[in-house]
């Protein structure tokens, strides 16, 4: 399906809606889970520029890339949930899916506060993802598995702020280990500032690293870029994560 037909007329640096839902090329969906908990408000020094302005600014310069991307134009699909301000939000595209080519991607400004309901959130991940297959299965476009990325600055609570035991951390593992050796998808954890590591090594025990704030945006061009891959994503996504942990850690 990659030799798809492009009408007459159409440039290469133009993007064909039709060209694209048609399944030009194979589809890589892409899920982003972003932390937007009260503690993205950062400390009340006016001097330190806030993680959530930080966020946006990075969300900004992701969507830019997104939009230019030749390698990803008929490649690459996107959701983005949000977890914390608002509790668990879907922020839908411009035709009301939340699953948006990458090309038409629109950066949401987004806001922090209250909890941080990450379990709720990969929850939701996992219905979209589910429910984003049957879809491209139906319409008879060839895809990738699923990648699932969360990014997170603390460690899951319930909807009173309390922190969720190791006995939860264990059982939403487990899901996430069952559901990946099901091949239904792989999953990505990446912490910054003060993220519960121990969590994040739980839930994703070969796919959690951390990042430092002015790396944001490439965090988030990176794992898009993955998409780019015509044979392996998932292995491409997790080279990609292996290498920005090492340029951390030199």
Known sequence: MSDFFQPEGAQDDEFDLIRFSNGAQKRTTLIFLL?????MNGAKDASLP????????????WAAHLNSSPDLRYRAELALVTFGDGGVRVHDGKDGSPFSPAALFTAPKLSAGGVTPMFEAIRTAIDL???????LDEQGIQRFRPLIFMLSDGGPTDSQGMLLSKDEWRAMAAQLADLEARRRFAFFAVGVSNADRGCLATLAPDSNWPI???ALATFLIEASNSAADDDDPIK????????????RDA
Request: proline share 3%; aromatic share 0%.
């Open 212 to 214: 430092d704030h002015d």
């Open 129 to 135: 993802s589910e429910r984003r297959k049957r879809e």
């Open 236 to 247: 491409v996504a997790r080279q990609r994560m292996q290498q920005m942990g090492k340029n």
């Open 50 to 61: 806030r993680p959530i302005d930080e966020l946006n600014d990075a969300v900004e310069k």
């Open 35 to 39: 932390d937007t908990s009260g503690s």
